[in-house]
T-cell receptor, first 110, second 112 residues
């Protein structure tokens, strides 16, 4: 299994602070994705970063990828209470199936 | 609006019964997937299908069955052989290639 693992498992910050969560994976990949899940809901795709990219931005999101360390990070800047959710990284297996980590539970305190 | 619809949202099953979870998409995606999520856990792949009339087992296929007779539909049957079926089930779809998945809103199955 190429299942990624997020770190930390849980993170609690004040509104306005930045939130950083990390993901490690096991084998070579051609891309890595980050998803968000609100409680009791489906996952929402946030961003995809390809193996030849080191950094990618989308609004308040910044994703980095270090293929030499088999790790990625997701930074949410200027967090808001609405960012409270679980965040998952997903790394692909052979073919088009993605394996999801156990997630980081983010709580943003107003 | 295009999307992926799972039904029902909540489902209760008596022990020994088979139940079928519905997943329909109108995104014209070729690939569809079923995942299981247990409390505080990540997603585990049950089955996936990359084309109509073809599907493959994921990591935890035992006790589950699927069909893919139409591109739009990928129903999952939880059989009585699945000993611990209480979980949150998520269906997803994607176009072929390294692209993101679109997820449904999930079905919460409880055995009573």
């Amino acid at each position: 299994s190429q299942q990624g693992e997020e770190d930390p498992q849980a993170l609690s910050i004040q509104e306005g602070e930045n939130a950083t969560m990390n993901c490690s994976y096991k084998t070579s990949i051609n891309n890595l994705q980050w998803y968000r899940q609100n409680s009791g809901r489906g996952l929402v795709h946030l961003i995809l970063i390809r193996s030849n990219e080191r950094e990618k931005h989308s609004g308040r999101l910044r994703v980095t990828l270090d293929t030499s360390k088999k790790s990625s990070s997701l930074l949410i800047t200027a967090s808001r209470a609405a960012d409270t959710a679980s965040y998952f990284c997903a790394s692909p297996n052979t073919g088009n199936q993605f394996y999801f980590g156990t997630g980081t539970s983010l709580t943003v305190i107003p | 609006d295009g999307g992926i619809t799972q039904s029902p949202k909540y489902l209760f099953r008596k022990e020994g019964q088979n139940v079928t979870l519905s997943c329909e998409q109108n995104l014209n995606h070729d690939a569809m997937y079923w995942y299981r999520q247990d409390p505080g856990q990540g997603l585990r792949l049950i089955y996936y299908s990359q084309i109509v009339n073809d599907f493959q087992k994921g990591d935890i296929a035992e006790g589950y069955s699927v069909s893919r007779e139409k591109k739009e539909s990928f129903p999952l049957t939880v059989t009585s052989a699945q000993k611990n079926p209480t979980a949150f089930y998520l269906c997803a779809s994607s176009i072929t290639g390294p692209y993101g998945y679109t997820f449904g809103s999930g079905t919460r199955l409880t055995v009573v």
